[in-house]
């Protein structure tokens, strides 16, 4: 089946050959209630994950997320309701047979350790009883993808890897069959922060390739804001509190509960998640020298602020221009104060306001990518935004795309 | 020499008139001359060690997989095979007889019955000692339930396995000495036909030794060469 592109509209074109399938999840009331217990582990979970985004479930510890996910392979079997897998329910499906087309991805890895590397991957392609020379051929693909030189690591046991690369090895096993939804539960919980924020990097860039419907578990906030398209906040007794994207999740708690969860310094985190370039930025004055000074006056009655910005022949900023340079006939070279802090479009919000906040000037010269004037950041554009809502958030996998 | 059994004299004639051999003493001449006499007894031993270890082997491999697939089986595996193991041998020798008669078949059957406890539990823990997360991920990549038994938790279990072997491998050595109470054979009738000539249990006992040995160097051969990925290290 085809592979919708996420709501993103810069979808990249796939560098490798890997051609690339996902298909949408959708749960249904799906609930879970382990015998003599009264309360459910998982409690009429309800939420669609579209074909190839990356739907995070998170929460506290015994909120379900672990079991919600591992209903959806059938590692636990759902008491009441429904997981539809591309419109199937996965109750209809012998779950040996579900399993092999699903890619599941845990903690620990669970790398076979009497197993070659090249043996791990291949555990999938085996199971399909697909012959050497293709196995031989995906594996490598497969390797590469993950940035793992094939001809190193072909040969070696997991006990020779490092914890990060156990689990890219782990990751390449899980897309052996390019299945078209992947379960990771915690995939880098184990791995040191330095190498995490590294591995969940790589991960953002090869899905932005493949395109996978993904379900990630994390304990972790910050890395649910990070990875996911879309946010499912589970509270206590497997109960679904929200479910949206990053921003809005950020913007607007549904409850107390997610308000708390998502921690009192969500406006940073936002901030954190979003680009210069997703914010209205203030209209500046570009004013070249040798321009008639009425024209001047009449842009910065134009602009949102109310100094003019002295640019070059290719628009780029130079400074801010003096009262001096505005009184004769035509503007000249007099400026008050250097264009700085320059900002870029793609700079993540966060760093853009330290950068603001650590400067003499209040407003921030924002560039495009030739380094021409594209607008002024300052700190009121910036509170504004936070009190907005977010219209169409990108996310860290499409951030990471452009 | 009045009372001295037949065989004993038998067992002295070539170079027996030597003074070496009339005192009991450890005489290598009549070693080299008479050693042929033991090879068949050597290999009545070989025998005698590797059917038992192999038919203990299939049972408690048998038992240790049911005892997988139904965890409360256990215990009473472990408590049946180790009453059979705190049975004295020879006692098991002589207790044999009237069901079975004397021969092969009752050394068999108390030999095997020894290896099963020491085969068994170390099956049972080798299959335990296998980390979840790997049975979790066997499972979660669509590997069937015998799949995962015999593609994962087995061939992790194969260095536990075979330090079984090699505790029964050694103690069945020893304990098919003493088959001779049951009439099998074995380099134990050899030792028992003359117990006081020095060189005769010495070449005997020391055969048994040496098969033990070479028993314990080719399991462990078979080890190493079966999981490389043991001795892979970063």
Same mark, same amino acid.
């Given at each position: 089946m085809d592979a919708p592109t996420a709501k993103s509209s810069a979808t990249s074109s796939p560098?490798?050959?890997?051609k690339s399938s996902a298909e949408p999840l959708e749960f249904r009331a799906a609930t879970k209630r382990y015998p003599g217990?009264? &309360?459910?582990?998982?409690? /009429?979970l309800s939420l669609e994950v579209p074909a190839g985004e990356i739907c995070v479930l998170v !929460?506290?510890?015994?909120?379900?997320k672990t079991t919600a996910m591992r209903m959806v392979n059938r590692m636990i079997d759902i008491t009441e309701g429904d997981i539809l897998l591309g419109g199937r329910?996965?109750? $209809?499906?012998?779950p040996d047979e579900l399993r092999r087309n699903i890619g599941y991805v845990i903690q620990?890895?669970? +790398? =076979?350790?009497? %197993?070659?590397i090249a043996e791990n991957i291949a555990t999938v392609p085996r199971l399909l009883g697909w012959d050497k020379a293709r196995t031989a051929a995906r594996v490598d693909e497969l390797l590469e993808l993950v940035g793992l030189d094939p001809q190193e690591?072909?040969? *070696? =046991?997991?006990? /020779? +890897?490092s914890g990060g690369q156990r689990q890219r090895v782990g990751v390449a096993r899980a897309l052996a069959v390019d299945p078209p939804v992947m379960l990771m539960d915690e995939?880098?919980?184990?791995? $040191?922060p330095i190498n995490r924020e590294r591995l969940q990097n790589e991960f953002l860039r090869l899905q932005a390739e493949l395109r996978k419907t993904i379900v990630f578990v994390t304990h972790d906030i910050d890395e649910a804001i990070k990875m996911g398209d879309r946010i499912a906040v589970l509270q206590k007794g497997g109960k679904l509190a929200q479910y949206a994207p990053p921003a809005e999740l950020l913007m607007y708690p549904a409850s107390r509960f997610v308000e708390d969860f998502v921690g009192s310094d969500r406006a940073l985190k936002r901030l954190a998640l /979003?680009?210069?370039?997703d914010i209205d930025l203030w209209k500046a004055a570009p004013i070249r020298v040798g321009t008639p000074v009425a024209e001047a006056h009449a842009a910065i009655a134009d602009a949102d602020v109310p100094y003019a910005m002295l640019v070059d022949e290719g628009g780029r900023p130079q400074g801010w221009l003096s009262d001096r340079a505005l009184t004769g006939e035509r503007v000249t $070279? $007099? *400026? *008050?104060?250097? &264009?700085?802090?320059i900002l870029e479009l793609d700079d993540v919000l966060r760093d853009a306001l330290a950068n603001l906040l650590s400067s003499e000037t209040r407003y921030g010269a924002v560039v495009n990518a030739d380094g021409a004037l594209a607008g002024i950041l300052s700190l009121e554009v910036i509170q504004h935004f936070l009190q907005v809502a977010p219209t169409d958030s990108p996310t860290g996998a499409d951030l990471l795309q452009e | 020499m009045i009372g001295v059994p037949l065989a004993q004299l038998e067992i002295r004639?070539? !170079?027996?008139?030597d003074s070496c051999v009339a005192s009991n003493g450890f005489c290598p001449d009549w070693i080299v001359e008479n050693i042929d006499r033991y090879w068949t007894p050597l290999l009545e031993h070989v025998y005698l060690t590797v059917l038992p270890v192999a038919i203990g082997f299939a049972m408690s491999m048998a038992l240790a997989i049911l005892a997988h697939r139904r965890r409360w089986m256990t215990g009473p595996i472990i408590t049946i095979t180790g009453i059979f193991f705190a049975i004295p041998s020879v006692a098991a020798f002589f207790l044999l007889q009237p069901l079975t008669g004397l021969g092969y078949t009752t050394a068999m059957v108390a030999l095997v019955s020894y290896t099963l406890l020491i085969i068994f539990r170390n099956i049972t823990t080798g299959l335990r000692n296998v980390p979840a997360e790997t049975v979790d991920a066997a499972i979660g990549q669509g590997l069937t339930p015998r799949q995962v038994l015999f593609r994962v938790e087995l061939p992790m279990a194969v260095p536990e396995i075979m330090a079984g072997l090699r505790i029964a491998t050694s103690t069945t050595v020893g304990l098919a000495a003493l088959a001779v109470f049951a009439? &099998?054979?074995?380099l134990g009738s050899e030792i028992l036909?003359?117990? %006081? =000539?020095k060189s005769n249990v010495v070449v005997a006992g020391g055969l048994a030794v040496l098969l033990a040995a070479a028993f314990d160097l080719i399991i462990l051969a078979v080890q190493r060469a079966i999981t490389p990925w043991q001795r892979a290290r970063a």
């Amino acid at each position: 089946m085809d592979a919708p592109t996420a709501k993103s509209s810069a979808t990249s074109s796939p560098k490798s050959s890997t051609k690339s399938s996902a298909e949408p999840l959708e749960f249904r009331a799906a609930t879970k209630r382990y015998p003599g217990s009264e &309360a459910p582990a998982v409690d /009429q979970l309800s939420l669609e994950v579209p074909a190839g985004e990356i739907c995070v479930l998170v !929460g506290p510890s015994g909120c379900g997320k672990t079991t919600a996910m591992r209903m959806v392979n059938r590692m636990i079997d759902i008491t009441e309701g429904d997981i539809l897998l591309g419109g199937r329910s996965v109750r $209809d499906r012998k779950p040996d047979e579900l399993r092999r087309n699903i890619g599941y991805v845990i903690q620990q890895v669970g +790398l =076979f350790p009497h %197993r070659t590397i090249a043996e791990n991957i291949a555990t999938v392609p085996r199971l399909l009883g697909w012959d050497k020379a293709r196995t031989a051929a995906r594996v490598d693909e497969l390797l590469e993808l993950v940035g793992l030189d094939p001809q190193e690591m072909r040969n *070696r =046991f997991p006990t /020779q +890897l490092s914890g990060g690369q156990r689990q890219r090895v782990g990751v390449a096993r899980a897309l052996a069959v390019d299945p078209p939804v992947m379960l990771m539960d915690e995939p880098f919980g184990a791995i $040191d922060p330095i190498n995490r924020e590294r591995l969940q990097n790589e991960f953002l860039r090869l899905q932005a390739e493949l395109r996978k419907t993904i379900v990630f578990v994390t304990h972790d906030i910050d890395e649910a804001i990070k990875m996911g398209d879309r946010i499912a906040v589970l509270q206590k007794g497997g109960k679904l509190a929200q479910y949206a994207p990053p921003a809005e999740l950020l913007m607007y708690p549904a409850s107390r509960f997610v308000e708390d969860f998502v921690g009192s310094d969500r406006a940073l985190k936002r901030l954190a998640l /979003q680009r210069v370039r997703d914010i209205d930025l203030w209209k500046a004055a570009p004013i070249r020298v040798g321009t008639p000074v009425a024209e001047a006056h009449a842009a910065i009655a134009d602009a949102d602020v109310p100094y003019a910005m002295l640019v070059d022949e290719g628009g780029r900023p130079q400074g801010w221009l003096s009262d001096r340079a505005l009184t004769g006939e035509r503007v000249t $070279d $007099d *400026r *008050r104060s250097p &264009a700085h802090p320059i900002l870029e479009l793609d700079d993540v919000l966060r760093d853009a306001l330290a950068n603001l906040l650590s400067s003499e000037t209040r407003y921030g010269a924002v560039v495009n990518a030739d380094g021409a004037l594209a607008g002024i950041l300052s700190l009121e554009v910036i509170q504004h935004f936070l009190q907005v809502a977010p219209t169409d958030s990108p996310t860290g996998a499409d951030l990471l795309q452009e | 020499m009045i009372g001295v059994p037949l065989a004993q004299l038998e067992i002295r004639k070539p !170079g027996g008139s030597d003074s070496c051999v009339a005192s009991n003493g450890f005489c290598p001449d009549w070693i080299v001359e008479n050693i042929d006499r033991y090879w068949t007894p050597l290999l009545e031993h070989v025998y005698l060690t590797v059917l038992p270890v192999a038919i203990g082997f299939a049972m408690s491999m048998a038992l240790a997989i049911l005892a997988h697939r139904r965890r409360w089986m256990t215990g009473p595996i472990i408590t049946i095979t180790g009453i059979f193991f705190a049975i004295p041998s020879v006692a098991a020798f002589f207790l044999l007889q009237p069901l079975t008669g004397l021969g092969y078949t009752t050394a068999m059957v108390a030999l095997v019955s020894y290896t099963l406890l020491i085969i068994f539990r170390n099956i049972t823990t080798g299959l335990r000692n296998v980390p979840a997360e790997t049975v979790d991920a066997a499972i979660g990549q669509g590997l069937t339930p015998r799949q995962v038994l015999f593609r994962v938790e087995l061939p992790m279990a194969v260095p536990e396995i075979m330090a079984g072997l090699r505790i029964a491998t050694s103690t069945t050595v020893g304990l098919a000495a003493l088959a001779v109470f049951a009439g &099998a054979g074995g380099l134990g009738s050899e030792i028992l036909i003359d117990k %006081r =000539f020095k060189s005769n249990v010495v070449v005997a006992g020391g055969l048994a030794v040496l098969l033990a040995a070479a028993f314990d160097l080719i399991i462990l051969a078979v080890q190493r060469a079966i999981t490389p990925w043991q001795r892979a290290r970063a």
